[in-house]
């Protein structure tokens, strides 16, 4: 059974940094391309970031120049950096493996105030 497990996620302020994790378990993960997505209340789920097996990646362009997305393949988990936070990435973060499954974590919330 593939199970996704969330953590990082916080309160921070404007300009901060967070960096998320997503452990995971029960599948074949050095072989499996990742997403990182989020869902603010009140909006559909978006995906934020992605990176292949082989480790190409991919970002929206809200995010571009300020997350970045990164595994470990001996550790099974999967990272995503956020710096220079905005109001606006505050949202529940969510990983997805392998990206465009049915399996997913039970989310982290980022909360970007000050």
């Known amino acids: 059974q593939v199970q996704l497990v969330e953590s990082g996620g916080g309160l921070v302020q404007p300009g901060g940094s967070l960096r998320l994790s997503c452990a995971v378990s029960g599948t074949i993960f050095s072989i499996a391309a990742m997403g990182w997505y989020r869902q603010a209340p009140g909006k559909q789920r978006e995906l934020v970031a992605a990176i292949s097996s082989g480790g190409s990646t991919s970002y929206a362009d809200s995010v571009k120049g300020r997350f970045t997305i990164s595994r470990d393949n001996v550790k099974k988990t999967a990272y995503l950096q956020m710096n220079s936070l905005k109001p606006e990435d505050t949202a529940v973060y969510y990983c997805?493996?392998?990206?465009?499954?049915?399996?997913w974590g039970q989310g982290t919330q980022v909360t970007v105030s000050s």
């Open positions: 997805n493996a392998p990206k465009g499954s049915a399996y």
